[in-house]
């Protein structure tokens, strides 16, 4: 059984910075792929951003070149660094880790707002 636990969301002004952390326990971190979605009111959850076990990395068009994903196998954790945000980017932010199966935490609030 996978443990995962988002942390790092709030409230920022528009054009600032916030960084997501997901750390995970209970399985061998390093061979999962890890993702960030995100689900914003009354829409569906969507892909945000994406690293594989070796490191390969892909994003949505919206986020690409604000949004970072990283990952720490040492601390178990992965990462989303958020730059220049928008209000559209409001939304309750999910960490994934999919092998054979999906896990998924209990999700991280965002609110981008001035």
């Known amino acids: 059984q996978v443990q995962l636990v988002e942390s790092g969301g709030g409230l920022v002004q528009p054009g600032g910075s916030l960084k997501l952390s997901c750390a995970a326990s209970?399985?061998?971190?390093?061979?999962?792929?890890m993702a960030w979605y995100r689900q914003a009111p009354g829409k569906q959850r969507e892909s945000v951003a994406r690293?594989?076990?070796?490191?390969?990395?892909n994003y949505a068009d919206s986020v690409k070149g604000r949004f970072t994903i990283s990952r720490d196998n040492a601390k178990n954790t992965v990462y989303l660094q958020m730059n220049s945000l928008k209000p559209e980017d409001t939304a309750v932010y999910y960490c994934?880790?999919?092998?054979?199966?999906?896990?998924w935490g209990q999700g991280t609030q965002v609110t981008v707002s001035s």
């Open positions: 209970g399985t061998i971190f390093s061979l999962y792929v």
């Open positions: 690293i594989t076990s070796g490191g390969s990395t």
């Open positions: 994934n880790a999919k092998r054979q199966y999906d896990y």
